[in-house]
């Protein structure tokens, strides 16, 4: 099931192999603006192999990618971020030897934004631990630590989309709050893809939901009309 919607992100039958595995198969959904799509899914049903194609990391081999009217089916990363795309990939891929400041001066410098101080104190204000700890080294954070600097990083390009990979993985539950807080508060300025595991979690946040199974759209719509038992089930078997 596709929805439609009017600009945001468009993927319309969007296909992926590797070697001779079909990974992903006609995929199609939408991320209004303004608004969040969770992206639900068991491990290894395709939920990060969507999000590199989608970020270009991955090629596809069939299917669109539109967004706000753009195609970027063939665009590689750097212009997809540019475009608007901020991600946060699982596993947070921070810079371990680097300090909290420097993770986030990295991110500026790459993206070249003028009002850095600006944007800075911006993602401070979101995660003060982040100000309280700007000088110790990303490896020595605590997993939910670490989770924050990542979303901060990401937010630093000022995107408007932001494509977060499973945000509460191994974090301990005050500070999924906090992540579910920030990014609640986010939607009003930017549109959301979330893929996640955590049921409760992505109802709470999100506003339409797909469900991936072996690399298929197994169900979709708005969470408001949701069957929480059927996705459960589709989660738990």
């Keep these: 099931m596709e929805q439609e919607h009017n600009g945001g992100l468009q993927v319309t039958?969007?296909?992926?192999?590797?070697?001779s595995s079909h990974t992903l198969r006609q995929i199609g959904f939408g991320v209004a603006s303004g608004k969040c799509t969770a992206i639900l899914g068991r491990n290894g049903a395709g939920k990060?192999?969507?999000?590199?194609?989608?970020?270009?990391v991955l090629p596809i081999s069939g299917g669109s990618i539109v967004y706000n009217g753009r195609a970027l089916t063939a665009a590689p990363p750097h212009i997809r971020v540019r475009g608007g795309f901020g991600y946060v990939p699982q596993g947070r891929d921070i810079f371990a030897n680097l300090s909290v400041a420097e993770n986030l001066e990295i991110a500026l410098a790459a993206n070249s934004v003028a009002d850095a101080?600006?944007?800075?104190?911006?993602?401070?204000?979101l995660f003060p631990v982040l100000g309280e700890m700007r000088h110790r080294r990303g490896g020595d954070l605590s997993g939910g630590q670490q989770q924050q600097l990542s979303i901060a990083r990401a937010l630093l390009t000022r995107p408007s989309l932001l494509i977060l990979d499973e945000p509460t993985e191994g974090i301990q539950p005050n500070i999924v709050k906090r992540i579910e807080e920030v990014i609640t508060g986010l939607k009003s300025r930017m549109s959301i893809l979330l893929v996640e595991q955590y049921f409760e979690f992505a109802r709470a946040i999100a506003d339409d939901y797909v469900v991936l199974r072996r690399g298929e759209v197994a169900a979709a719509g708005a969470v408001g009309d949701m069957d929480a038992d059927a996705v459960r089930g589709f989660l738990s078997v």
């Excluded at 990060?48 to 270009?56: E, F, Q």
């Excluded at 101080?117 to 204000?125: G, L, P």
């Design 48 to 56: 990060t192999t969507l999000l590199k194609c989608l970020m270009g």
């Design 13 to 19: 039958g969007l296909s992926q192999h590797y070697g």
């Design 117 to 125: 101080r600006a944007a800075t104190d911006e993602v401070v204000a």
